[in-house]
């Protein structure tokens, strides 16, 4: 089976840093995307790590180690349109299927 | 641009009637996959395309649902009879991904059609 899990929730100040967890346990491992939501909108690509490490885009920043099942996103500088919900997603080695979490809500506050 | 679209945007159907979503991808792109999203969950995968061929239907595609995409272009999905529970988002992406390799294979998504069923 897939499990992928991300926290609900959280809040932040504007200007600020936030960390995104995100574990996961699946048959398979091809990759590990990171989507940005808005409410009521498709989700949009931000990074995607397939090695460990960090790959660094921008304000955005994201981890990952194969090890020990679990990525996270940085989000640097926040402003208040980051304020979105955040999809963690593990790509199967069967016909490159996404797996999805079920998004951690961002509330960035002034 | 040229990115996903998805008809119609949102539609109301009644309990018991077919719909039918369009979803045009990127133009070079050979692959497309339909997913569903309710509130407060993420996508959940419902179907997949390498090109005109449907290469896996989720436990989730209900005989009820069947999808096409019969020139390796635009697909469709419809939902016969249907159920309230099947109000939900409808998601479609699409990506490209060469023979041989499984590269990046990121999946851009379309704007969703929302399915209300009263």
């Known amino acids: 089976g897939q499990n992928i899990d991300q926290p609900t929730e959280m809040t932040a100040t504007e200007g600020a840093i936030v960390q995104i967890n995100c574990t996961y346990q699946?048959?398979?491992?091809?990759?590990l995307f990171w989507y940005q939501q808005h409410a009521g909108e498709a989700p949009t690509f931000l990074s995607y790590?397939?090695?460990?490490g960090l790959e660094e885009k921008g304000r955005f920043s994201s981890f990952l180690s194969r090890s020990k099942g679990y990525s996270y996103l940085l989000l640097k500088e926040l402003q208040m349109k980051d304020s979105a919900s955040y999809l963690c997603?593990?790509?199967?080695?069967?016909?490159?299927?996404?797996?999805f979490g079920s998004g951690t809500k961002l509330n960035v506050k002034p | 641009d040229t990115g996903v679209s998805q008809d119609p945007r949102h539609k109301i159907t009644k309990r018991g009637q077919n719909v039918t979503f369009r979803c045009d991808p990127i133009?070079?792109?050979?692959?497309l996959y339909w997913y569903r999203q309710t509130l407060g969950q993420g996508p959940e995968f419902l179907t997949y395309?390498?090109?005109?061929?449907?290469?896996?239907k989720s436990r989730l595609l209900s005989d009820r649902f069947s999808a096409e995409r019969p020139k390796g272009s635009f697909s469709t999905l419809e939902i016969q009879r249907t159920e309230q529970g099947d109000s939900a988002m409808y998601l479609c992406?699409?990506?490209?991904?060469?023979?041989?390799?499984?590269?990046?294979?990121?999946?851009?998504f379309g704007p969703g059609t929302r399915l209300t069923v009263l």
């Open positions: 992406a699409s990506s490209l991904s060469y023979s041989g390799t499984s590269g990046t294979d990121t999946q851009y």
């Open positions: 699946t048959s398979g491992f091809n990759g």
């Open positions: 790590n397939v090695l460990d």
């Open positions: 997603a593990v790509k199967g080695v069967n016909f490159n299927k996404f797996y």
């Open positions: 133009s070079e792109h050979n692959r």
């Open positions: 395309f390498q090109n005109e061929a449907q290469l896996e």
